[in-house]
């Protein structure tokens, strides 16, 4: 037989690879989406070890269970799907539940905050990261990785108004920390204009 390619270009031969125990396959697999699904991981946990941590379990899984990849959808897709399993299982086990954050109350924002186009994105994630497990978990879940409250509802088995409240909750807080930043920013500038 031929020597075994070291590079697999497309998706259904890297599949193949995997199922066969391919380390070079299992490599190239890590170097695509290992970053990825970090940060992925890191939106939901917030601390980037345990975040490693998940995302390694998570390849773990992929290698274990490609069997079960039946090449309908993405490989992306499916290995996105594993991580935010993994991430959820993470916080069902080490964190309070979800259902007592929902009992937190936020002051009422201003509605219709619009934030300025220049605020990084970098900025953005700490103010998400900075939220209760609850809502940032339910913000990542809809905002970020598309899922519908209906999904939301059967992964983290709450209702669905359930998951529509704490996404609620979480653009509130966010629209309050986005006005305290920006409060915070009017008065830096003013006293720079009033020390010129």
Known sequence: MGRVLAFFN??????KALRQGNAKAQRQLYDRYAAVMLGL???????????????IEGLMKVFTKIEQYSGEGSLDGWIRRI????????????????????QQTIDVVAEGYDT???????????????????????FNLYAIEGYSHKEIAVMLEI????????LHRARALLQKQLLEMDKDFNKMINHEKASD
């Open 116 to 138: 300025d186009a220049d605020l990084e994105v970098a900025s953005l994630m700490k103010l998400v990261h900075e939220l209760p497990v609850g809502y940032k978990t339910v």
């Open 10 to 15: 497309q998706d259904a031969q890297l599949v």
């Open 159 to 166: 209702s669905e108004s359930t998951s529509k409240s704490q």
């Open 41 to 55: 991981c890191t939106r939901y946990v917030g601390d980037g070890m345990h975040a490693e941590d998940i995302m």
């Open 83 to 102: 991580m935010v399993n993994e991430a959820l299982g993470y916080l069902r086990k080490n964190k309070k539940s979800m259902e007592e954050n929902l």
